[in-house]
């Protein structure tokens, strides 16, 4: 887990809390990996496009044969791409659904027009009181 107030990015706001650093990365990963791949598909669209022998209009000729190891290649990765997302969004969820350990442990108790709140000290308010712990 990353401290908090973290400086902001060119496109994520400054990190507020302890598991955004985690978030962010994820984020990150998933859009970087997204340019590289449009990058590499659209670069190679114009390469490809010479490549294909015949005039415009003209039907395509197969012999009915098929590449395999590409096809199984294409299927295949996205797989464990797919996998490690999964994976590193299961940890996150999984790590950043109880609070950290500097939490004073606040419990709330819903009523029914309103909320009770216990604090660590044995006082109790209708209203959330969160200390400042900024650094």
């Known amino acids: ?20 650093g985690d978030v962010d990365w994820l984020y990150y990963f998933i859009y970087w990996l997204s340019v590289v791949l449009f990058v590499g598909v659209v670069g190679a669209m114009p390469v490809l ?3 294909i022998p015949g005039a415009p209009g003209h039907k395509a000729e197969t012999d009915g044969a098929q590449h395999l190891p590409l096809e199984i290649g294409w299927t ?19 790590g950043h659904d109880r609070p ?28 959330l009181h969160v200390p400042c712990t900024r650094r």
């Open 1 to 20: 887990m990353t401290e908090p107030n973290a400086p902001a990015t060119f496109q994520l706001p400054e990190q507020m809390s302890t598991v955004a």
């Open 49 to 51: 496009r010479l490549e």
């Open 76 to 94: 295949v990765a996205p797989i464990f791409v797919l996998v490690f997302l999964f994976h590193k969004g299961f940890q996150g969820y999984n």
């Open 100 to 127: 950290p350990r500097e939490c004073h442990g606040d419990q709330g108790q819903r009523q029914t027009v309103g909320w009770e709140f216990v604090y660590p000290n044995g006082g109790t308010d209708n209203e």
